[in-house]
């Protein structure tokens, strides 16, 4: 049938219901490209274009460049970090929120790169005198002068899907290049998995050595977890679950997992079980 005839037998269809029809199968499949939906469903490319348009507007999918991807996909390591600061918008403005609570005005904290440290930057606009060590290249934008005493950024080689760097944690502060040794009273660390067997993971082997570091070198770890990372393991072991303080997500884990953080000592923060503002360990039960 060529597009022409294609377009004319769409047409005879409600739009809305080919629209519908359009969001179930980009939420089947996950990912998607333009061409691969105007064969699926016997139309044009530019017709696809319109519908795709439309349902981003409307908040059904996410549209990328020569596609379209399901806001409920787990993220991927190609995904750039522009579609995945849509995807489980919600749920990472719900963690940096609760994260936000775990930190004290006048603390040094440590955030890696990513989508979910950047909802929680945006969720320390309140506080004063912190300083912030990250190596994500977009978190400084994120960050009030107001909030800020000392603001670092790790140096080393650039990932450009996720805008950050990965290296060792090294800020010289001398010609020489010497190691200050840095501390961190909290680190938060966004991870892609968490197992009740295998502990914290990522997809990239750099970015899981230098989130082991970040934990090793703060007073308090809170890992960020939303719960599509929920039983779920990744290629590169960050850390076993005891090595974290908090669990911070959007949703109670399910029960095995929940048993096996709560045996690892790991408190799980989530809406209706919330820390205290600024919470430190001296105020845990």
Do not use: C
């Not at 490209?33 to 439309?54: G, K, N, P, Y």
């Not at 596609?67 to 600061?85: C, H």
């Not at 750099?206 to 990372?229: I, P």
């Amino acid at each position: 049938m060529s597009a022409s005839g294609s377009d004319a037998a769409a047409s005879r269809r409600l739009p809305a219901g080919r629209k519908a029809e359009l969001a179930a199968y980009v939420a089947e499949v996950g990912e998607v490209t333009v061409a691969r939906l105007a064969e699926h469903f016997e139309v044009s490319a530019d017709t696809i274009r319109r519908d795709l348009d439309q349902l981003d507007a409307d908040g059904v999918l996410i549209r990328t460049h020569g596609g379209a991807v399901s806001p409920v996909a787990l993220p991927r390591p190609e995904f750039g970090l522009d579609v995945r600061l849509r995807l489980h918008a919600d749920a990472k403005e719900t963690i940096g929120r609760l994260a936000a609570g775990l930190v004290h005005d006048g603390d040094a904290l440590m955030l890696n790169a990513g989508t979910t440290t950047l909802a929680v930057a945006r969720n320390l606009r309140e506080r004063h005198d912190l300083t912030i060590a990250t190596n994500s290249l977009r978190l400084p934008a994120e960050v009030s002068p107001t909030m800020i005493r000392d603001l670092y950024v790790f140096g080393g080689s650039v990932r450009l899907t996720a805008q950050g760097t990965v290296g060792p944690l090294q800020i010289p502060v001398s010609a020489s290049g010497g190691d200050p040794g840095i501390r961190a009273d909290l680190a938060l660390v966004a991870v892609g998995a968490v197992d009740g067997a295998s502990g914290y993971s990522t997809s990239n082997l750099a970015e899981a050595a230098m989130m082991a570091e970040m934990m090793a070198r703060a007073t308090r770890v809170a890992v960020l977890a939303d719960a599509s990372k929920f039983g779920r393991r990744l290629f590169a072991q960050i850390a076993e679950l005891d090595q974290a303080d908090y669990l911070v997500t959007d949703a109670a884990p399910p029960e095995p997992l929940a048993i096996a953080l709560e045996r690892a000592g790991v408190r799980v923060l989530h809406p209706g079980q919330e820390p205290a503002s600024g919470e430190g360990p001296q105020d845990r039960a």
